[in-house]
């Protein structure tokens, strides 16, 4: 995102959560980046989630529709992340107990479902028919069919 679309988002931040977002950004221990770079990280997840689940979408050439389910997606998840953390840079290891938390149990607590449903409703999610008219559906480890 440019400056000025980080600007529009964060301007729609403060607006939506009555948060500010630069303080947030700066009181969050975990995130240590500027406003600018959040968001941006933030927008790069989302969008690495759409190829994977939905490798057909061109990202190129998105509908006003989908664009806006993306904004959208990207403000939720943002507001998710700062009042649950950033599940996609935790590992699970616990210095308390030498122990680890599966991957896949945190993996699931990574994104906000407000997010998933937006896009998903946009069809962001959607990952077409297989050849033999199976619809696939994403899962951690892989496509499953129903």
């Given at each position: 995102?440019?400056?000025?679309?980080?600007?529009?988002?964060?301007?729609?931040?403060?607006?939506?959560?009555?948060?500010?977002?630069?303080?947030?950004?700066?009181?969050?221990?975990?995130?240590?980046?500027?406003?600018?770079?959040?968001?941006?990280?933030?927008?790069?997840?989302?969008?690495?989630?759409?190829?994977?689940?939905?490798p057909r979408?061109?990202?190129?050439?998105?509908?006003?529709?989908?664009?806006?389910?993306?904004?959208?997606?990207?403000?939720?998840?943002?507001?998710?992340?700062?009042?649950?953390?950033?599940?996609?840079?935790?590992?699970?290891?616990?210095?308390?107990?030498?122990?680890?938390?599966?991957?896949?149990?945190?993996?699931?607590?990574?994104?906000?479902?407000?997010?998933i449903k937006?896009?998903?409703?946009?069809?962001?999610?959607?990952?077409?028919?297989?050849?033999?008219?199976?619809?696939?559906?994403?899962?951690?480890?892989?496509?499953?069919?129903?």
């Open positions: 995102m440019t400056e000025l679309e980080v600007n529009a988002i964060e301007e729609k931040f403060n607006k939506n959560t009555g948060m500010n977002l630069t303080s947030e950004c700066s009181k969050n221990e975990q995130i240590h980046l500027s406003t600018y770079g959040f968001v941006n990280r933030v927008e790069k997840i989302i969008k690495e989630e759409i190829k994977s689940r939905s979408t061109d990202m190129d050439d998105l509908s006003a529709l989908q664009t806006t389910a993306i904004e959208e997606a990207v403000l939720e998840q943002i507001t998710y992340v700062l009042v649950n953390g950033d599940y996609s840079l935790i590992v699970g290891y616990d210095t308390a107990n030498n122990s680890l938390a599966e991957l896949k149990e945190l993996r699931k607590r990574q994104w906000s479902p407000l997010a937006i896009l998903t409703n946009a069809g962001l999610f959607y990952g077409g028919l297989d050849p033999k008219g199976r619809y696939p559906y994403f899962e951690e480890g892989g496509y499953y069919y129903r």
